[in-house]
């Protein structure tokens, strides 16, 4: 297959028709999938059942160190889920609070603790005429809601297959004291599913911002979270080496067990040097007593050390790899010499990026959806829901089914090829 | 006994001596106690254990209405956990939304929203000039804090057996539009264990507030928490009564199953008018995906409905009724007639509330420390922890067992003569 824009009115208008018919059999379907947003699959769940067992009414619910972990207190959480949830992130038991079960509620009030009462004795965020982040884009869409909510400008920063442009990120951040922060997703991006290069995170703890309360927002969702056994990213560990470029206080580390056990019912942390944990217990202990405990006991005492985590995450491997492959397939069959997409192919995490030709994304997500399918709205990617391009699209193949992802990839590539033959045949006729 | 008041020098004098040497006595136990918090006590936690079984690796993890309650989603709680935290509050579960662990943790975000992006569309408080609380005096020291931590003015407002001093109240919300919210313990209240009256919950209702955007900030912590099954306190409900009298949006009510389950690990609850419900909502969302739901599944299966929660109150009353009575009996035996301290009787809450001759509460409280017991610092039951008469000690009866307790209570009885008669004593030389 030659590629569309070789093509001349009449191929392209060849290629069109048998496409529409194939669209109306979907139609006639009725197909009711969801594949918008970054939701294990029942299966997934279903690994993490024995947690419901880890504690039963006869078991001694103490930690450790003795605390009954039913009663109140332990501001930061219990020893053993931070010696486990370190590991997992790769820190110091020391460095990490755990938190309830969001990471991102954890992000959310880092936000709104810096608006109402500034980072380390700096002016708080809602004083200031002005406050920016920066937004590596594509990127998340949750992210970004945040930071418009506290009406935060944000300024999209190019992502690479190696991490944003960090030659723009070193400018800007140097230049402009009003830059507080910048989201990062370092590894298995969302979407992309890019993980940072070592000279990236070496680049990142050696930023030299204008602003003393800029920090980097390093949400490591997907630290653990490989498809594959024998191709995997690493990472440079961000507090480390912010600590060795004598920038220990520059980062603000997240995490969670979200999508390793129960998406709303895991654990959220936060890892950080020791003045920004202080500088955050100062807030903490006003906001609550504790978090919950009991499921940090269930979680510890469940996955008892990191290298049972990891094997559990085999299993995840083992259930949402096939569903990466199988997209990669159909768009490789059914769009491959095209010239009317890309996408990306990670090793890990819960996303695909989709890259249309400038101007179609939304159309082909609605043309979708209009065949039975809800993808990620297009814009979702962007600050403000606004991609300039109208070009990027969030695939999410972890929630379906392995069927019900083949009919939704097949529909997605046919709305592809249709909503980029139109536009190519309206350039025609412009 | 005949009054400290009415003793000679002589008398006093006399009277003291003997109890030095008691005091020396308790130090040489080197006792270490602890009834600084409303703690449950162990006996109290074992009575949930039960509902660590109430989930288990068989179990189907649906709730009610088919929603799966390990994934993500669901921002406002399962239908089950609804009805159930609706029966225990006494509200319509559409008027509920199901929070995470911590109550007060929806205290503070409650307080923080506003301050970060104001109460239905009103000027958000952290952009004005200046704020008030009005804050009934003695009363609960966390509360104070976060009002504190947001720069809010607080303004004493006298309690009384039967609620806050209404007059005080309605004049100063009906002058000052700077006065944004008031802090309320209605029911078993923190630490007098007194209820407000049904006059004062329908002037409450019927608050005419100079801001638009004055709330009632209604914490029934202690909703079903009664010590005896013959004499309880009755409460009207408030967001019925705020309708009834025009006045729907007054009122934000706060819950939780802390002291029913397990501190740390219960579900939170927040219930306000549908506009008010809507407003919060708006910013929820960008907070997080959802709260915790398997827990609220847990504590649903586990309670089945209100009835068993409130048999499951009446074996926490079974335990923490003797603690109240024997601080009354011994009160009552050591102090009574001496005209040195007054105290609440509660039928139920956490407390009992202290009233000593005025300026002794803080010494009274070190001394006692000193004795090797922990109590409440003095002052915190005031807003910025300054008691102006020194005199309200908050004693904190249910943690310690029996035993403990009654040691406990002997100190703390013999700190209130020794430094009672000092006081006297010094005011005679002076």
Same mark, same amino acid.
């Given at each position: ?259 390793? *056990?129960? +998406? ?6 936060? #890892?950080?040097? !020791?003045?920004? =944990? ?5 807030? /903490? ?112 193949? *972890?929630? +379906? ?6 009919? #939704?990839?097949? !529909?997605?590539? =046919? ?5 980029? /033959? ?9």
């Amino acid at each position: 297959m030659k590629p569309y824009s070789e093509m001349t009115r009449e191929e392209l208008q060849e290629e069109l028709l048998p496409l529409r018919k194939q669209y109306l059999h979907f139609q006639e379907m009725e197909l009711q999938l969801d594949m918008s947003r970054g939701k294990p699959c029942r299966e997934q769940l279903d690994l993490s059942m024995g947690m419901m067992d880890a504690l039963y009414s006869e078991a001694d619910l103490s930690a450790e160190d003795g605390t009954d972990v039913r009663n109140y207190g332990v501001l930061t959480g219990i020893p053993e889920a931070k010696v486990l949830i370190g590991a997992m992130m790769e820190n110091n038991p020391e460095n990490i609070i755990i938190y309830g079960n969001s990471s991102l509620n954890v992000m959310y009030d880092t936000v709104s603790r810096a608006y109402t009462h500034g980072i380390m004795g700096n002016i708080p965020w809602g004083k200031l005429q002005k406050t920016k982040f920066l937004c590596p884009v594509p990127g998340y869409d949750r992210h970004f809601k945040i930071t418009e909510y506290f009406g935060i400008e944000m300024i999209p920063v190019p992502m690479t297959p190696t991490g944003p442009d960090m030659d723009m990120v070193e400018r800007l951040v140097s230049e402009d004291e009003a830059i507080k922060g910048i989201w990062c997703v370092p590894k298995y991006s969302n979407p992309q599913g890019y993980s940072y290069s070592d000279e990236t995170v070496r680049r990142f703890a050696r930023l030299k911002p204008a602003a003393r309360d800029f920090r980097i927002f390093w949400d490591n969702a997907y630290g653990i979270h490989h498809l594959y056994d024998d191709h995997q990213d690493y990472l440079i560990e961000i507090l480390d080496e912010c600590r060795r470029a004598g920038n220990p206080d520059l980062v603000y580390k997240f995490s969670s067990t979200s999508k390793v *056990t129960f +998406p709303g019912s895991g654990i959220a942390a936060l #890892a950080t040097s !020791l003045n920004n =944990l202080q500088d955050i217990m100062n807030q /903490l202990k006003i906001q609550t007593i504790g978090h919950d405990k009991v499921n940090q006991l269930r979680h510890a005492r469940f996955f008892k050390d990191i290298n049972a985590m990891k094997e559990h995450m085999r299993k995840h491997a083992a259930i949402i790899r096939p569903k990466f492959e199988l997209l990669e397939e159909i768009f490789e069959k059914n769009l491959g010499g095209l010239g009317i997409g890309t996408w990306t192919k990670p090793r890990g995490g819960y996303f695909i990026s989709f890259d249309t030709l400038p101007g179609c994304a939304k159309a082909i997500v609605d043309k979708v959806k209009k065949g039975g399918v809800v993808m990620t709205t297009a814009g979702a990617t962007w600050p403000y829901g606004k991609d300039p391009q109208d070009s990027n699209i969030r695939v999410a193949p *972890t929630y +379906p089914p392995l069927e019900d992802l083949r009919t #939704a990839a097949e !529909l997605f590539t =046919l709305c592809v090829k249709i909503i980029s /033959l139109e536009k190519l045949l309206s350039e025609m006729s412009e």
